[in-house]
């Protein structure tokens, strides 16, 4: 993809995103992830109704009438969005593939950061970390972001979901808001997982394409291991076969679920071609 191109896709993925998070997450974003506390800002004349704890004594002495502390809440907080960049993400039965669905909403997540004036850093990742950005602020940082979502050429096409959640938990010491996005067709990462939301706040988004969920009858075909680039004969009129691949996808389904549930983090499930929006603001409504 040359430059101009590039800037092009960048830009059409700002004004689509960075709208919807503007419309819809904004309040919900904020929400949803409290800051680090209260902080004291001011004093000003005490009003009938006011907390009569928030008086300052010591003012209220030296001008001999009430006055009251002000606090705003300390809001400061960092995102890191972690993002599969595997093979399996590059598959599409619709307009879209998984990998620019996954882009879209860590472009929308990030400028609902930038938004209330937080940090934001990505991760990308296959069976290893592909790319770590740092957590900056700002929309400059976070085109950078796109642009590498957008033409990021990994390593690895395999897929290791254990490895960037203990990045995590070796690299950020504070408490971050950490979103994964995957369509989780692995398993092995319950245990990290565990231990990385004792101290931050996770939610693992899967994306997935409906027809992933069982293989079609197409008598035998050609099929492609896309992680592993392994290039297969298929029956796929053999009940055997399609028991066999529907009993693995739905075990992955089922760990991706049970892992979330058990370690008290999120999750949310994104059916490609039905939309990111309307579960994302169900999310952000139900957790706030």
Request: charged residues 30%; proline residues 3%; aromatic residues 10%.
């Amino acid at each position: 993809m040359d430059t101009k191109d590039l800037l092009k896709k960048v830009r059409k993925i700002e004004i689509k995103t960075k709208t919807l998070s503007n419309q819809l997450f904004g309040g919900e974003y904020h929400s949803r992830f409290k800051g680090k506390g209260m902080t004291f800002s001011e004093v000003r004349p005490y009003y009938f109704g006011d907390d009569i704890r928030t008086i300052d004594w010591n003012v209220t002495a030296r001008y001999n009438e009430p006055f009251v502390k002000v606090f705003e809440e300390e809001r400061e907080l960092t995102m890191m969005v972690v993002v599969d960049v595997s093979g399996s993400e590059s598959f599409a039965t619709h307009k879209q593939f998984k990998n620019e669905v996954l882009t879209e909403i860590a472009a929308t997540l990030a400028f609902s950061a930038t938004q209330n004036n937080d940090k934001i850093g990505v991760i990308l990742f296959t069976d290893k970390i592909e790319l770590f950005i740092p957590p900056k602020k700002g929309r400059h940082h976070v085109l950078r972001i796109i642009r590498e979502l957008i033409e990021f050429l990994p390593m690895s096409s395999r897929t290791n979901i254990a490895e960037p959640i203990k990045f995590l938990s070796n690299v950020l010491r504070k408490k971050t808001i950490v979103f994964i996005l995957s369509d989780f067709m692995d398993k092995n990462y319950q245990k990290p997982l565990m231990i990385a939301s004792k101290r931050h706040d996770i939610t693992g988004i899967r994306v997935y394409d409906k027809v992933e969920e069982e293989i079609p009858k197409l008598g035998v075909v050609q099929m492609q291991d896309k992680e592993r680039g392994k290039i297969m004969l298929v029956n796929t009129q053999s009940k055997k076969v399609r028991k066999a691949y529907k009993k693995h996808y739905q075990s992955t389904v089922d760990y991706f679920k049970n892992s979330f549930k058990m370690s008290g983090a999120g999750n949310i499930e994104i059916e490609v071609g039905e939309g990111y929006i309307k579960p994302l603001l169900t999310y952000f409504k139900s957790r706030a």
